[in-house]
């Protein structure tokens, strides 16, 4: 599995300290892939915790009830956004950490289903590390359902929750694999994806919604951030630079 991963033994962490705006972070990822395809930059982490929003898959876009779940969003503080990926909506906010990994690579599509696999792992690994009881898989009833989410289990009630989505774009010459780990204050995820799914006609169980601290109280996004790095250096040595090197 390990031409899937960070193949580079370099990766370079960019912490981005405060959100451009729900759509320009969006398109300053794929930005940055255009940039690693074209040879500008090297593999890449870029870690930010974003601003409210709602990234809808393009197919719910074509649901009647689009434009009443955009207006829910909206009701409820969130932006509502159309990602170029597939998938459902997905919410995330500050208590979410995202995590844009982007890599130049020849071979970009080759590598594309493996991939999931391989990040799904890596960050199961990561919340292992700060006491979740972590697995990859999907869920019964989960929002933005797919085969790769990484869900933790309550211990007590043995009730599995989806507390990372990940969505990958893949060009000739890179890939950016997009992840988000909901952390912190789930309860507004949970409200305005339960409004958004109610207009686009979705069915889906809310309680599939949560974040890391409803499962282990007290962590919080900068120790998830701590692990993530922790575990990513066991795959590939990490060197950092600014934000502010990246012209954004």
């Known amino acids: ?51 409210p929003t709602v990234a809808f898959g393009q197919r719910d876009t074509r649901l009647p009830g689009f434009e009443a779940a955009a207006q829910a969003c909206r009701d409820n503080g969130f932006e509502p956004l159309v990602r170029r990926a597939g998938g459902r909506a997905a919410a995330y906010h500050q208590g979410t950490l995202v995590v844009d990994h982007i890599e130049p690579d020849a071979d970009a ?12 792992e890596l960050f199961a690994e990561a919340l292992r590390s700060v006491g979740v009881h972590a697995a990859v898989g999907e869920i019964p009833g989960e929002y933005c359902p797919g085969e790769y989410s990484v869900h933790g ?37 949970r409200k305005v994806l339960t409004d958004s799914y109610a207009a ?4 889906w169980d809310p309680a599939t919604a949560g974040a890391v601290n409803d499962l282990v109280p007290g962590v919080d996004v900068a120790a998830v951030e701590d692990a993530l790095l922790a575990t990513y250096a066991g795959h590939a040595t990490l060197t950092s630079a600014a934000f502010s090197s990246l012209g954004a």
């Open 153 to 189: 289990t309550d211990r007590t009630a043995g009730s599995r929750i989806k507390l990372v989505g990940t969505a990958q774009r893949v060009v000739a010459g890179g890939w950016l694999f997009s992840s988000v780990i909901v952390v912190e204050n789930s309860a507004p995820i």
């Open 109 to 120: 599509i080759a590598g594309s289903k493996s991939r999931f696999g391989y990040f799904g």
């Open 200 to 203: 686009l006609g979705l069915e």
């Open 1 to 51: 599995m390990h031409h899937a991963g960070p193949g580079p033994r370099t990766l370079t962490v960019v912490r981005q300290e405060a959100s451009l705006g729900a759509a320009r972070d969006l398109e300053f990822g794929l930005e940055l892939l255009a940039k690693a395809k074209a040879g500008n930059i090297g593999p890449m982490l870029r870690l930010y915790r974003p601003a």
